[in-house]
T-cell receptor, first 113, second 114 residues
Framework: QKEVEQNSGPLSVPEGAIASLNCTYSDRGSQSFFWYRQYSGKSPELIMSIYSNGDKEDGRFTAQLNKASQYVSLLIRDSQPSDSATYLCAVRERGSTLGRLYFGRGTQLTVWP | SAVISQKPSRDICQRGTSLTIQCQVDSQVTMMFWYRQQPGQSLTLIATANQGSEATYESGFVIDKFPISRPNLTFSTLTVSNMSPEDSSIYLC???????????FGPGTRLTVT
């Protein structure tokens, strides 16, 4: 059973702060990692994908991957109340480029004005 | 990315009946996935559906209860059979569009069984 662990939170940060979301995974051979944002009552929305060690930036979002430590994180800079949502970490099944994802339980983020 | 639609968006069904959920993708995709999400919980994979082959079910899900069709590269259906209140959930379709490694989700179907 592949495991993806996230701090369940809730995580609460003030507007303008950096929100840091963390995720660890059990399968050392995993190669593809994703962050989804899910607003209440909505379906998951892909916000970041990362495949190589290091940082990947997209606007206010930065994904960080450390395969040696089996750790992936998402930083949200200049957090806005509209960032308040549940963030799901997902890891693709080892050895597959299109295969199933294993999801963490999600971290609920609240950004207060 | 891919645009994925699902029908119906929500339904209230009687115990013992069946509901078929449709999933349409705006481009051809190899693999489609069906998930279930209970309130406040993460996503649970029900099955993976490849066009032209039988769906692959995850532990705890069986074909008799959740039959899946995948008649072409843009469409799939999931049927929830002989429903009980425990089947009340959100059912999500997802797919990986051609040329991409990223998985996208449809808007979901909110099912309530009474």
């Amino acid at each position: 059973q592949k495991e993806v662990e996230q701090n369940s939170g809730p995580l609460s940060v003030p507007e303008g702060a950096i929100a840091s979301l963390n995720c660890t995974y059990s399968d050392r051979g995993s190669q593809s990692f994703f962050w989804y944002r899910q607003y209440s009552g909505k379906s998951p929305e892909l916000i970041m994908s990362i495949y190589s060690n290091g940082d990947k930036e997209d606007g206010r979002f930065t994904a960080q991957l450390n395969k040696a430590s089996q750790y992936v994180s998402l930083l949200i800079r200049d957090s806005q109340p509209s960032d308040s949502a549940t963030y799901l970490c997902a890891v693709r099944e080892r050895g597959s480029t299109l295969g199933r994802l294993y999801f963490g339980r999600g971290t609920q983020l609240t950004v207060w004005p | 990315s891919a645009v994925i639609s699902q029908k119906p968006s929500r339904d209230i069904c009687q115990r013992g009946t069946s509901l078929t959920i449709q999933c349409q993708v705006d481009s051809q995709v190899t693999m489609m996935f069906w998930y279930r999400q209970q309130p406040g919980q993460s996503l649970t994979l029900i099955a993976t559906a490849n066009q032209g082959s039988e769906a692959t079910y995850e532990s705890g899900f069986v074909i008799d209860k959740f039959p899946i069709s995948r008649p072409n590269l843009t469409f799939s259906t999931l049927t929830v059979s002989n429903m009980s209140p425990e089947d009340s959930s959100i059912y999500l379709c997802s797919a990986v569009p051609g040329g991409s490694y990223e998985q996208y989700f449809g808007p979901g179907t909110r099912l309530t069984v009474t």
